[in-house]
């Protein structure tokens, strides 16, 4: 399988892909040829996770034996990785709603599904490659990204990592997360400013070649581990596979039947993987993309127009408080018929203007698949607080938007009448301020008290990860202007650098 650039005709391997996360032009890697219609439920019928995992992922790194990616799958899904075997397990909200549970890993949240694979992907591409640099990952974050990276790239050999995040624009537990990560390849900073600045800044230096060179000098290379990068999107395909699959074995559904699935969407990663399992052959009915007040999305599915010209809000759901969603592009790549030069074209002119608008026979192409649907913060308080109360099932701020954007369309009569799947994206005690308030629980000033509260209330008990996040050092509470952000990169290369040279003296 080769990838090409979304902007231009640039084909690269799947290593050269994994390794480098954006095309030397800006735009981001997708599939050469896509596999359209190659899974079926008799493929994935008493298949265990890591066996979907390994069937899924085959049709897109071929660069790799089916038995070291096998043995990749098999080190990054266990039990000390996921704390349920099944990996992502379902709970039955009622006979016509399904909840995916994404958030059974390390940190808590669904980016763990695929950067607890990412790790193993990029260093055997380092090596099918034949890098020498060090690689030193540059990631933004919203929130969930960050640290699940962080844990993933943790002390891996070889490789660095370098994560920003909007300083008032992550909940106090994520924010907790990334200040006491631990490891001796990591550096985490917050920005003055918010998620699209962070990610802006970071795709510019991905493409800047004075920057690119300085790294070069000092025996460095830049990647990433956030969605722009194909080892990280690809693999997010599996869990919708896995969902099809349980359902059928749970009797919500029949093999070959459709299902929808509801997704909390900030930069389009999530509801694009689901989008590439629909191509692949899982039954995905419509693909409804839940935003919060940030709804750039939201109204996108609805005009057919991508306006940015808005004012950013800072909400309940701060994993979804993006206006520029990255993976929009690959997108649009499919539905402007894999025409690179349109593609280039309406990505300069949505940087310049703030704007782009599709067309309308693109837009009845979108509406057989997509919808969007919105929120705000009162609205997601309401959702958490009815659903534990009335269905005693606890929902983070993030899914709550999904269930509440599903909630709105069946008062609406936009339902379907299939079966749909809320993809539930974080544990709740991520964000115990939101979940307190909504649930009418006094809030203490410490988060970790609020934890106490809420599992006194729920029953629920605080996973191991928040339990030992107490106790350990703060080690990272630097916060910098966004103008800071290239000067900060250059002292850690140079801090990656000096470590390096002194290994290689000893």
């Not at 899904?77 to 006979?95: G, K, M, Q």
């Not at 127009?305 to 993006?322: C, E, G, L, V």
Request: aromatic fraction near 10%; hydrophobic fraction near 40%; charge should be negative.
């Amino acid at each position: 399988m080769q990838y090409r650039s979304t902007r231009s005709g640039e084909t690269v391997t799947a290593a050269y892909a994994l390794l480098h996360g954006l095309a030397d032009d800006g735009g981001l890697y997708v599939p050469e040829s896509f596999p359209v219609n190659v899974l079926t439920y008799e493929d994935l019928e008493g298949a265990s996770y890591q066996e979907l995992a390994g069937r899924v992922l085959s049709h897109f790194f071929t660069d790799f034996t089916s038995e070291d990616l096998s043995a990749m799958i098999a080190a990054s899904y266990n039990a000390e990785t996921f704390r349920d075997e099944r990996i992502v397990p379902l709970h039955s909200l009622d006979t016509d709603v399904s909840v995916a549970e994404l958030f059974h890993g390390r940190t808590l949240a669904f980016k763990d599904l695929a950067l607890s694979l990412f790790p193993h992907l990029l260093t055997a591409a380092k090596k099918k490659e034949r890098e020498e640099r060090e690689i030193l990952i540059l990631t933004a974050t919203s929130g969930d990204t960050g640290k699940a990276a962080l844990e993933g790239f943790k002390d891996v050999a070889g490789t660095d990592i370098m994560v920003f995040y909007p300083s008032e624009g992550v909940s106090p537990i994520q924010k907790i997360q990334m200040q006491k990560q631990r490891g001796e390849n990591v550096k985490v900073a917050a920005i003055r400013g918010n998620f699209d600045d962070a990610q802006a800044f970071l795709k510019r230096v991905f493409t800047d070649k004075t920057v690119n060179a300085y790294a070069n000098t000092r025996g460095i290379m830049f990647s990433s581990a956030n969605s722009i990068n194909i080892g990280r999107l690809l693999p997010q395909a599996v869990y919708y596979a896995s969902t099809y699959a349980a359902l059928v074995d749970n009797g919500s559904i029949n093999a070959g039947e459709c299902f929808d699935i509801v997704v909390p969407t900030g930069n389009f990663g999530n509801i694009l993987a689901a989008y590439f399992a629909k191509k692949m052959g899982i039954p995905i009915g419509q693909l409804i993309c839940a935003s919060n007040k940030n709804k750039v999305l939201a109204d996108f599915f609805e005009t057919g127009t991508y306006n940015m010209n808005r004012p950013f809000y800072t909400t309940a759901s701060p994993s979804m408080d993006i206006l520029l969603s990255s993976n929009f592009e690959r997108f649009l790549y499919y539905l402007s018929g894999c025409d690179t030069d349109k593609v280039a074209a309406r990505e300069k002119n949505l940087l310049a203007t703030g704007t782009l608008t599709i067309s309308d026979e693109e837009m009845k192409e979108v509406h057989e698949t997509f919808a969007g649907g919105w929120i705000d913060d009162a609205e997601t308080k309401h959702v958490i607080n009815h659903t534990f109360n009335d269905r005693m099932y606890l929902l983070d701020p993030h899914s709550a938007v999904a269930y509440g954007v599903y909630l709105k369309r069946r008062r609406q009569g936009l339902t379907s009448g299939r079966h749909t799947v809320i993809m539930a994206t974080a544990h709740p005690y991520k964000f115990p301020p939101v979940i307190c308030e909504a649930l009418a629980v006094p809030a203490a000033a410490d988060p970790f008290e609020d934890l106490e509260r809420l599992r006194t209330l729920s029953s629920i008990p605080v996973p191991e990860p928040l339990r030992q996040l107490e106790e350990l050092p703060f080690r990272f509470t630097e916060v910098i202007d966004k103008e800071e952000m290239a000067q900060s990169v250059t002292a850690f290369v140079d801090t990656v650098s000096g470590k390096k040279e002194k290994r290689g003296s000893i």
